[in-house]
């Protein structure tokens, strides 16, 4: 998929994305739910860290930063990996119970996808999430 501006669109773009590239690997059902439910948490999470105290997108070298989705298959396991540009790390938050943000990680992506995690890229980073097929 071409690069994304990290702007609140993009969790929508990649999920249309993934449901196409999907359908055309036969993969439905529930499964093709959970994928897309979570490659809308990854690309969330990024735009988020791409995003500055006063929600507006940051910028490198004068241009916005971006995202890209990547989905891979060798027919027994799909992988969608979600990359930034944004420093820091993907991680848990402590949330109380009258937060309305931060559960992402642990209610969606850790219970929905068979493993997930990150690693630091030469510039930001990459989140991925693997499912049995």
Not at 35 to 56: F, H, M, R, Y
Not at 106 to 123: E, I, R, T
Request: hydrophobic share 45%; glycine share 10%; net charge negative.
């Amino acid at each position: 998929m071409p690069p994304l501006g990290a702007l609140p669109t993009a969790a929508a773009a990649a999920r249309a994305h993934a449901r196409t590239v999907l359908r055309s690997w036969r993969i439905g059902g529930d499964l093709a739910h959970d994928v897309q439910t979570v490659i809308s948490e990854l690309v969330t999470n990024a735009v988020n860290a791409s995003t500055g105290p006063d929600d507006k997108p940051l910028y490198m070298d004068g241009r916005m930063l971006v995202v890209w989705l990547g989905l891979f298959t060798d027919g027994a396991t799909l992988r969608a990996e979600v990359w930034d540009q944004a420093p820091g790390a993907p991680a848990r938050r402590t949330t109380g119970t009258d937060d309305v943000s931060g559960r992402g990680l642990d209610l969606v992506v850790d219970a929905l996808s068979a493993d997930w995690g990150w690693f630091p890229a030469q510039s930001g980073k990459c989140a991925w999430a693997e499912f049995h097929l």
